[in-house]
Nanobody, 120 residues
Framework: QVQLVESGGGLVQAGDSLRLSCAASGRTFTMGWFRQVPGKGREFVGY????????YYADSVKGRFTISRDNAKNTVYLQMNSLKPEDTAVYYC????????????????WGQGTQVTVSS
């Protein structure tokens, strides 16, 4: 099973940018980003296809967040711009065996998460 490790989280101010990384131990296919706040389920953020040709974002982050990948490094990135306090959450990357889904249950391999906190 491919291991996923997120990094790059931290404390920033509203309007700042942050880039998260998700390093995989091997080849991955569709990669998704999700986020979760205490007491709530995991919220879909976006996904990227295996070759980067297809990306899709939740309305809440569209135009502010960008997902990219470097398959030579087995790494997927989440560039977050114009951050808002409501973006505060633990961010997770996840992978599945193919297909494009917004439901967390469609992803079978998850990282441990990285905390992003945006102060107002």
């Amino acid at each position: 099973q491919v291991q996923l490790v997120e990094s790059g989280g931290g404390l920033v101010q509203a309007g700042d940018s942050l880039r998260l990384s998700c390093a995989a131990s091997g080849r991955t296919f569709t990669m998704g980003w999700f986020r979760q706040v205490p007491g709530k389920g995991r919220e879909f953020v976006g996904y990227i296809s295996w070759n980067g040709g297809i990306t899709y974002y939740a309305d809440s982050v569209k135009g502010r967040f960008t997902i990219s990948r470097d398959n030579a490094k087995n790494t997927v990135y989440l560039q977050m711009n114009s951050l808002k306090p409501e973006d505060t959450a633990v961010y997770y990357c996840a992978t599945n065996r193919g297909g494009y889904y917004t439901e967390s249950g469609r992803y079978d391999n998850w990282g441990q998460g990285t905390q992003v906190t945006v102060s107002s």
